[in-house]
């Protein structure tokens, strides 16, 4: 009999302003789904269907961060039993909230778990990488430990991977607005500076240390002021509509900061409470709204937990 | 009656490896002794004599940082005062180790206690980096501030001046060796590149972020792989004498981590006991004094409380 079993993976926020390549938080929000099989028929990975991409991801397992994750797990383990992968994709793709890596997460947990866990989650984050890597260029896991690990992340080089678990604040909340428009997360970095002024890399470095300060001892004003970016903000913002504006609302109703979710054009916020987040995603959801783009909100708590069974 | 009190402040560490322009420490060691006299006869400051210097520092209150702190806060507060300084220098001058807030740290203090207490500690800060300003040419209070308040901290800006005061591992010990060659402040902080590579910043503030996690973890192997300095430590090193031979035998001794105090010429370890600090400042001057180059070296806890009344 074949074993059977679904994970589910979180959406995810990363860049988190000063934190650039550094910061990623899950949300309890939406995720992706995997089911799968192992069927000792056939030796490999093959994909059987993806739903909710609008046909959009490949079934290739060579071109699917699920099916390269799976495969360069099983390659590490020297396993030769056969996967068969069902993605039920119930986040929005190419989002800036970490799509990729989260079907990744969600494919090489429940496969880890069918073979009896011979990795720990944290040993699973490479193979997400590295599928990551596959698709999109550059190794960063800002998105690939939140989802796979939950809770925020501090993430620092990848070889090895490290991964640092943050204290989160009781009272903290996150919103999110998608706006149905299309960035290329290649393109969008190949838009950044190579090169940045030192004084403005000291602020990015006071501002994370600071961060780190704030969330171990529970100070919401002191993370408000901390997450801000000279760096990313300023170049990506440009390619996200109405940015400035959704920014300004978020701030004047109540939001401790805000800025783009990854690569955009998803931009999050940061809020005390969960009225203050709902009222927050509602505001930046309207501005979208009076332009007829289409969007999605999200609001609530930092998730604690990464892949796990659904 | 004229009122008259001392003041100490001590020596501090400033640009610690990845946070260069943002954290510093003071150390229980050396530092400065200002004895400050309330003299209504005239209104003002002088300063009457400046002992432990080799007659290097200045006695005209305006090049002076003691100075030019006081007259800066005394103007703040509309006072009138007559003020008196005799400066005693217990501290190396020029060695990397805070001198010159040192001693405008303990004359701030000093008038302030004698003027009743009109400001508090913090408010104090300005006023020393207004001195150092007026005599280095840059704005920077990662000496200043851990001077005049102890401890580890992290600054962030300077208007307004913000210093967040960071936990400190109970088994957390420095060494500093002070080998007797000059280095320029000024000169040297030229030296530095005005852009760094993007990725470069990434490294140093995901490293300011894990230093924080570190020291509110009490991790000292954390704080010790977090401790890495790809943009001043490379540039300033190299005009030290036996920099990279001094370090070499800082971490062979057991040294967490080892990098330049300041601009230098005095170089800094971290250990994990009052035994190992001692080895590793022995094993630095050992160096020095193959080479026939005079060092002195202080090593202990880094200080709680910056500068007081003795």
């Keep these: ?47 059987l269907k993806i739903s909710g991409d609008d046909g959009r991801l490949p079934l290739d397992v ?23 992968l069902e993605i039920e994709n119930k986040m929005p793709f190419a989002s800036g909230l ?15 778990f069918l073979l009896e866990k011979p990795l720990k989650s944290m040993e699973l984050l ?17 998105n690939a430990a939140p989802s796979l690990l939950g ?5 620092r080089y990848l070889e090895p991977a490290d991964v640092l678990n943050l ?18 997360t290649s393109e969008s970095r190949q838009a950044l500076p190579g090169n940045i002024p030192l004084k403005t890399a000291i602020k990015h470095w006071a501002n994370t240390a600071a961060t780190v300060h704030a969330l171990h001892t529970n100070n919401l004003e002191m993370l408000s002021n901390s997450l801000q970016d000279f760096v990313a903000e300023p170049v990506r913002s440009k390619s996200i509509p109405h940015y400035d504006q959704v920014k300004k609302s978020a701030i004047k109703s109540g939001a401790l900061a805000c800025n783009i979710s990854g690569s ?11 009225d203050k987040a709902k009222k927050v995603s509602e505001k930046m959801k309207s501005i979208y709204d009076d332009d007829e783009i289409a969007c999605t909100v999200y609001y609530g708590k ?7 069974i659904v």
């Design 1 to 47: 009999m074949n074993k059977t079993i679904s994970v589910f993976a979180p959406a995810t926020v990363s860049n988190i302003a000063c934190g650039f390549d550094t910061f990623g938080f899950a949300i309890d929000g939406p995720g992706d789904v995997v089911k799968a099989t192992i069927d000792m028929s056939f030796s490999g990975v093959k994909i």
């Design 62 to 84: 060579n071109k699917n961060t699920a099916g390269i994750a799976v495969q360069a797990f099983l390659n590490k383990i020297g396993s030769r039993a056969g996967v068969i």
């Design 98 to 112: 970490g799509s990729s890596a989260a079907s990744a997460a969600a494919a090489v947990t429940a496969v880890n």
């Design 126 to 142: 490479p193979f997400v990488i590295e599928s990551e890597t596959s698709i999109g260029g550059t190794a960063h896991a800002d």
């Design 151 to 155: 809770g925020f992340v501090l993430v």
């Design 167 to 184: 204290p989160v604040p009781t009272g903290l909340y996150y919103a999110v607005v998608h706006p149905q428009v299309e960035i290329n």
């Design 264 to 274: 955009g054009p998803s931009i999050f916020a940061f809020c005390d409470s969960f």
């Design 302 to 308: 930092i998730r604690k937990n990464g892949a796990e």
